[in-house]
Structures are given as C-alpha cells and as structure tokens.
C-alpha cells in the first residue's frame, strides 16, 4: 500500500524561477523532483499548496506525494531529500498523512508576510529579503486600507491581468502591517491568493501618496486592474504558513 | 587642502575574499578602492579600522581616506561610491574628520557578533549568516566562560598561530551570549582582536561538552593554542561596531 507523505519546505527563492516546473530554469518543484525521483528510481509528482513566482521566498511551503519506496520511514525522509538538495532549499519536516490528503486542495488557509524596511540604505546581507522604504510610512492608515481587505472579495483589481482562473473572489481573515525589529511587516491570510495578488497589494499601498482609505477601498471594490499600482518586488515576500483543518 | 573622509561600510561576506586587497580573489577593499579610483581618476588608498576574513560579514565597518576631489561634498560620498559598487558591499554613511585621524589608529574599540541558532535545520535565508547549534546551549555556563574573557588577557590560546604580530596582550570590555529573536548571539567588544579570535573563542566554548568555566579560564591563562577548540565558521561573524572617542 502506497504511503502519503507531507513535506515542510523553506527556500530562499533568489536564485530559483518560482516553484513550477517550467521549460526553462530552475525551480523548486525541479529540483525536488529530482531527489526524489533519485532516492526512488522513477518519476514522483509532489503536489504543493501553491506556486510561488520567481525570488519569492517560503518558510513553509507544504507539499504531498505518493511512495511505494520500501524502507524509509516517513520522518526519515527529510533527511534522504536534503542529502540530494541544493543549500537554498530544504525539506525542515516530513510525516505521513491520510491516503486522500492533498496539500493544495485540503488547505483551509495561506499566510504570506511581506518585509518592507524604512532606511536610506538597506545592509547587504537583508537585500534579497525585504524592500525598502523611502519615507516612514504612515501606519496607522495603512492598517485601515488593509482592514478593507479583510472579508469576502472580488480582488480582479489585485489580481495579474494574465493569470487564467475561473474566478477572482477570496476571502482574507486577516491583513495588517505590524513593526518587528527594525522590518514593518505585511501579514495577511486568506483561504488563497490569485497571482501576485500580495505584491499587487503591497505596491499599490506602498505608492499612495498620500495614503487614502476611502481611495484604497473604491480600488477594490471597482474590480479594474488598471486602478492598482505598481506590483511591489518579489524578494520581500515570503510563504509563511500553511493550514489544514 | 585634501580633506579626509571617514567611510561606515557594510558588505555581506559570503563572496567575499575578506576584507585586504589579495594577488587574487575579490576583497572589499579591491572593491572599494576600486570605486574610489573611477571616481578620483587615480589610485586612493584606503585605511580599515581592522581586516575580516573570508565569508564575514560586516554592519560597520570603518575606513578612511584623504580625498583632493573638487567638487564630492563630503556626505555625499556615500551615494558617488554606492553607485560603483556591487550590491553586496554599500557604503552607510561618509563624512569628513580631522586631518589626522585614521580608522585603525585612532577605535578605541571594536565590537564583533556571532550569530548561533538551535534547530535541526536552518531556514535557507539564515544560511549564511549564522551557525547551527545541535544541542541547547546552557547559557548561563557559557556567559560565565565569557566572563572569564573579559580585562587584559594573553590570548596567545585563542590566536592563530600563523599570525605575526607582536604580541597577544588584549583588553576585552564585554562578553556574553544572549538571546535575539531566534538566535544566540554571542557580543564581544575588545581593544583589539587577533586574527580568528573571535572565531576561535566561539568554536571552543561551541565544542566544550560538557562546558567548563574552570577548564577554560584554564586554556586562557595557559596561553597555549594546542588547547584551542576548532575554529568556528566565518558566515556567523559579524563586525558589528567600530568606536571611536
């Protein structure tokens, strides 16, 4: 009888093309494919909670698949992967779940954080982890715009014009901007997230000059691409949870 | 009149060949003079508060320089060299001091951080800026070995043995490990440091099991580097002050 097994993944996604496998470039589906198809012999498709673009990053990523392999037992095999994985990916938990569990269809929830930094030069060793801040933002209005987020919405103005999805309504329970160390952070949690629907978030908050509630709610509700600003860069972003029921 | 400018520099380590300018390998001090050369339309020479290894980082590092630019006010240094340096390596801050003051002759102190984290995997992102430790530290022993560091010492114990200099007599001012975020940090503020001191302190006192506060004060006063432990790895040393009077 196969065995389902769940894996926990965090991976600085600098130098990664995003999680999807794609004709061209290095992804982390790739490369995790590749270990495991090497411990077993033959193709394994991992199935993920979600894809993530290219630069962003995961602290925890979450991913299923099938084994038929006879020996290794299911915590064991955070350790078999990571022997066969670059140092910018690692599996930090494995564990068997129920034969039906799928990790994109059985998760309830999404959290993303995004890392912005108020400085007039950010210290190198940060760069590829936040985005900086020009001027002090005003926080406190921040966090009414992202109170307007919260809820059941049509978030077409949020969402990439390219993206191919049957519909543009999500519900987000939670949105705030909340300092830590010397970060302001952007969490926010949702049952999903169309495409680059946090960056788009991120960007358009980040640019309104000056902020404006009213303004930032009317964007939403108007369900037009075109009032959104520009989509804030990839390398603030990490996937920070995943929940199951 | 040539005016002389004070640098704070920042550089994430990690493709770095150190800080001093090699016959081969890419320095911070290559870098930077080699900014300062496209800048001035001639060789400038740059004097450091102190020289970091392979793969160390730097928040604040310092150095000088005499400048017979015309026109550079002096704060603005900062952004003329910035805009001609690799993204790893930023200038934080330029000014102009006294005629006679010199980064490395006139610090008082010096002020280096070790970054430790307890877990079974680190997250990429922290990978290279910081040190898996196995086991839980015990902490409380550990401040009192680092205790045993602080006031005039022979470090001869903790020195390289391929360093020439003329002797191991240094005035430690502070020393612990204390808790930040995820991490134990390990803070040592001294006169001076011999090259992979700091290093060679942390793996030691890393490597004790079980750890012993008499057993090392009993390495120190030995002054004997056959004692030493192994030396602990660049990436979680950051140069994190330089203080001047």
């Known amino acids: 009888m196969p065995r389902n097994i769940l894996l926990d993944i965090a991976y600085d996604g600098t130098a990664f093309n995003g999680w999807q496998v794609q004709s061209a470039g290095r992804t982390v589906q790739g490369e995790l494919e590749a270990a495991l198809a090497r411990i077993h012999g033959r193709r ?7 894809r993530t673009d290219s630069g962003v990053h995961a ?7 099938e084994t038929d392999h006879p020996s290794i037992p299911a915590e064991k095999f955070r350790e078999a992967i ?8 690692r599996v930090m938990r494995s564990r068997e779940v129920h034969p039906e569990f799928h990790a994109r269809f059985d998760a309830v929830s999404r959290e993303y954080r995004y890392y912005l930094l108020h400085a007039d030069i950010i210290e190198p060793h940060l760069r590829d982890y936040c985005v ?6 005003d926080i406190r209005t921040w966090n009414r715009m992202a109170a307007a987020l919260c809820g059941e919405h049509d978030f077409t103005t949020f969402a990439s ?3 191919s999805v049957e519909h ?9 901007f909340y300092p830590e160390r010397e970060f302001i952070v952007f969490r926010i949690e949702a049952n999903g997230f169309l495409w680059k629907m946090v960056r788009s978030i991120v960007g358009t908050i980040m640019g309104m000059d000056p902020p404006d509630v009213d303004r930032f709610a009317g964007m939403l509700h108007a369900r037009d691409r075109s009032l959104a600003g520009t989509t804030a860069p990839a390398r603030g972003l990490f996937l920070h949870r995943i929940r199951y029921e």
Chains 1, 2 share one sequence.
């Open 44 to 50: 394994v498709v991992l199935h993920a909670a979600g």
């Open 59 to 65: 602290r925890a990523q979450c991913a299923n698949f």
């Open 82 to 89: 990571n022997t066969q994985l670059p140092l910018d990916l």
């Open 132 to 137: 900086r801040l020009k001027t002090r933002p």
């Open 161 to 163: 014009p390219t993206a």
């Open 168 to 176: 543009h309504v999500r519900r987000v329970y939670a949105a705030a």
